[in-house]
T-cell receptor
């Protein structure tokens, strides 16, 4: 149980492109989903928290107009990196949690490379 | 500011050895401590600990929490090459939407 699917797993695109990443909870309803960014040999850095049906809460230093998050249903959240630039290249990971007090379960991540 | 510190940062052992990974924390409104294993992709959930002194076990892995000392350990007995990974400790601090604060991880390498 507790499977989270993230798609795509790898994106390579040109600078200026917008990239959409999907995160789905396959066998449970996720009231809250989280988006993280991970640089090489670093731990996960929380970017934003999204609750179904409401606006995402962004961490300090994360541009909400740059990283658009939509959590339209209890099983799907999307992260759109708008007008991506090389400095946005990173490993993006989503997680989902069924309710407060339950563990977060992670997707397999998306490696984004902006040329 | 919430803080999670893991040690050692990296460890190389031979197959069959037993290892102990450490995690200390300083957070407000502690709810739980979680251990994850990260190989090439995203972390996979191992344990969630909420109470002191109660050991959680799964096969060769076990973990325990000491809320007085603000500390947890993850033990792996009879290590195998498949145990090679980065082990992440995270604390659910109960702030806001109960977010996780992660340590930097311990990179474990098990050699034959």
């Amino acid at each position: 149980g507790a499977v989270v699917s993230q798609h795509p797993s790898r994106v390579i695109c040109k600078s200026g492109t917008s990239v959409k990443i999907e995160c789905r909870s396959l066998d449970f309803q996720a009231t809250t989903m989280f988006w993280y960014r991970q640089f090489p040999k670093q731990s996960l850095m929380l970017m934003a928290t999204s609750n179904e049906g409401s606006k995402a809460t962004y961490e300090q230093g994360v541009e909400k107009d740059k990283f658009l998050i939509n959590h339209a249903s209890l099983t799907l959240s999307t992260l759109t990196v708008t007008s991506a630039h090389p400095e946005d290249s990173s490993f993006y990971i989503c997680s989902a949690r069924s309710s407060v007090g339950q563990p977060q379960h992670f997707g397999d991540g998306t490696r984004l490379s902006i040329l | 500011e919430d803080k999670v510190v893991q040690s050692p940062l990296s460890l190389v052992v031979h197959e069959g050895d037993t290892v102990t990974l450490n995690c200390s924390y300083e957070v407000t409104n502690f709810r739980s401590l979680l251990w994850y294993k990260q190989e090439k992709k995203a972390p996979t959930f191992l344990f969630m600990l909420t109470s002191s002194g109660i050991e959680k076990k799964s096969g060769r892995l076990s973990s325990i929490l000491d809320k007085k000392e603000l500390f947890s350990i993850l033990n792996i007995t009879a290590t195998q090459t498949g145990d090679s990974a980065v082990y992440l400790c995270a604390v659910d601090s109960g702030a806001g939407s109960y977010q996780l604060t992660f340590g930097k991880g311990t990179k474990l390498s098990v050699i034959p």
